[in-house]
Every structure is written in structure tokens, then in C-alpha cells.
């Protein structure tokens, strides 16, 4: 697993490596180009056609106006009064008394028989296990904890040259 992880980085940098000399030469290349022609010819404008006028339109002709007869006037049938209907009534309940219920009758109470009273058989007492000491520790001196900060090495700020990776001289 290892293996395949700096596998994998040493790839990465080798491709990163590899496109960055590829771009320098690249942009060293532009540079050594003449400058750019001369803006391409113009192309000639086109003529604008005439413009088509249109027949004008036939004037639409005036209808004359309808005038619609009265609505007759005819009054409203009334309608007959509805009869009135006599109130319904119902007949009162009968008022019979309810029906007493029978007396449940008492059943004599039931005695259970005692029981028998057996001893319990007595436990047998646990033995004592004698107390075991354990042997004194050894006496180890614990390891000391350092008090201070050890300094961290300065990290250099200019990146040393690879001659085969630096780009050519420039003429």
C-alpha cells in the first residue's frame, strides 16, 4: 500500500515537471514569433434594398344600425299558498315499573387445608480463603518530562536549481 502511494507521487511530480518544461518552451516559442499581420481586409457593405410600400387597405362599409322590438311586458303567475300541515304528536310511554331482579344466592365459604410445615434444609457454611499479599512494587524512576521547547530548523526560501529542468539560456 505504501509502495503504490509513492508510486503515485512520484508520478504526480514527474507530470507536473514534464507539462511546466513544456509550457516554458511553449512561451518561449511565442516569444521568438514576429509580430501579428495586419488586421484583415474590411468587407464591402451591402446596399440596402428599396423599401416595398403596400396598397392601402379597402375602407370597410358601414352597416347600418338594428333596433330591437320592446320585450313584452307580461306579469308574473303567483303561486297558490301551500297548506299548512297539522303537527304530529306521539303517544306517551307506558310507565310500567321494571322488573326486580332475582337475589343471587350466598355460597358457603371454603376453607383451604393448611400446610405442612417442613424444615428447610440448612445451608452448608463457605469455607474462608485466606488473604493473599501481593509483593511490593518495584521502585523504577519515573522518566523525566522536558520543560522546554527544542527549536524547529529554519526551512530554506530559495529553491535550488536542477540543471536538466531550468530552461535554455536566452539569446
Not at 48 to 70: C, R
Amino acid at each position: 500500500m505504501a509502495f503504490s502511494k509513492y508510486c503515485f507521487l512520484l508520478s504526480m511530480i514527474m507530470a507536473l515537471l514534464f507539462s511546466s518544461t513544456e509550457m516554458s518552451l511553449a512561451a518561449r516559442h511565442l516569444l521568438d514569433t514576429p509580430a501579428a499581420p495586419p488586421p484583415a481586409l474590411t468587407l464591402p457593405t451591402i446596399p440596402s434594398l428599396p423599401k416595398a410600400t403596400l396598397p392601402p387597405l379597402p375602407s370597410v362599409p358601414t352597416l347600418p344600425k338594428a333596433t330591437l322590438p320592446p320585450l313584452p311586458s307580461t306579469p308574473l303567475p303567483t303561486l297558490p299558498t301551500q297548506p299548512t300541515l297539522p303537527k304530529p304528536t306521539l303517544p306517551p310511554l307506558p310507565s310500567n315499573p321494571l322488573p326486580t331482579l332475582p337475589t343471587q344466592p350466598t355460597l358457603p365459604k371454603s376453607t383451604l387445608p393448611p400446610l405442612p410445615s417442613t424444615q428447610l434444609p440448612t445451608l452448608p457454611t463457605m469455607p474462608t480463603i485466606p488473604k493473599v499479599a501481593l509483593p511490593p512494587m518495584p521502585a523504577f524512576p519515573l522518566p523525566t518530562i522536558p520543560t522546554s521547547i527544542p527549536s524547529i530548523p529554519s526551512i530554506p526560501t530559495t529553491i535550488p536549481t536542477i540543471p536538466l529542468l531550468s530552461p535554455p539560456p536566452s539569446n
